[in-house]
């Protein structure tokens, strides 16, 4: 355990000196929380409560960006080489690259919700209990999606162009980048296969609707099953060597870690909540704006305040 805790120190020690670790875990997150809330939200106290289910979305959501830049960057510099000279297995390392991108991303969860009170005077942040275990979840979840793409990949140039591919669906498709009920309705259908709408939807209940994560189940199982998954999958394709090539079957291998979103997203799209819940969450922000009850998400006839 002390060896252990000794090299989840020295993880995130070197995880601060990655540029890009540290633009997709602090600046990144931290510049999306102003443009939402400052301009989407307009500062208007409820709209920024709305908002920041994606925006603390964004954060947990980049760890998986930058965890897989910094290992192929520890790989390509023969880092990883000296770490394998020590007493240390691969479950080791990946373990404590998930804790450390943990431990560093929760401080900016933090400072986000503490300008959300002082900046826009957010009165309550829902359940906090749910909030904190989405927010854990989320970003062991995504994070060991990290360690799968540095797994496959063998440059940097390559696992930038992995991460793009995936970025770009996960942030505009899910809900992180315009509500789900504002795409357009094959958008909506798209949305219920990515893990990353399950995870929106999550935060954005804990935060805005106050759920308690027993009623999120479907939302905490499948993240709990997909991380547990690509976990595996990364520490069965995990290379120290930067000449080390992973077996043929290593990228059906990480293919594959989307099958449970994708069987859920068959189910979600004939029987789930997700999208209806969504819509209805969408619609409560038309209530008048001296209402300062809990929001009720349920279907209304008016239009979109956006």
Known sequence: MRNFATLTRMRMQLAMRNRMFFFFSVVFPLGMFFLYAGVFAKGHPRL?????GPVIAFNVMG????????????????????????????????????????????????????????????????????????????????GCLGLVVASVTNTMQETQVINQLIWLPLIFLSGATLPVPYL?????????????TYLVSALQSALYLSLPFWKLLVQLCSLLIWAVLTLFVATQLFRWEPEARIPRRGKLMAILTAL???????WEYGNGKILPQ????????????????????????KNSPF
């Open 63 to 142: 760890s998986f960006w930058g965890l897989s830049a910094a290992l192929v960057t520890f790989r390509e510099q023969g880092i990883l080489r000296r770490f394998h000279i020590a007493p240390v297995s691969a479950v080791d390392m990946l373990a404590s690259s998930v804790l450390a991108n943990f431990v560093l991303t929760v401080p900016t969860v933090c400072v986000e919700l503490i300008m959300a009170r002082v900046i826009f005077h957010v009165s309550g942040f829902g359940d906090l209990v749910s909030l904190a275990i989405f927010v854990a979840v989320g970003t062991v979840a995504f």
């Open 184 to 196: 357009p309705k094959v958008a909506q259908r798209v949305a219920l296969f990515l893990p990353a």
């Open 278 to 301: 969504a819509q209805a969450t969408f619609r409560s922000l038309d209530s008048p704006d001296n209402d300062q009850t809990k929001p009720n998400p349920q279907p209304q006839e």
């Open 260 to 266: 449970p979103f994708f069987l859920l997203g068959v």
């Open 48 to 52: 920024v409560s709305y908002f920041l």
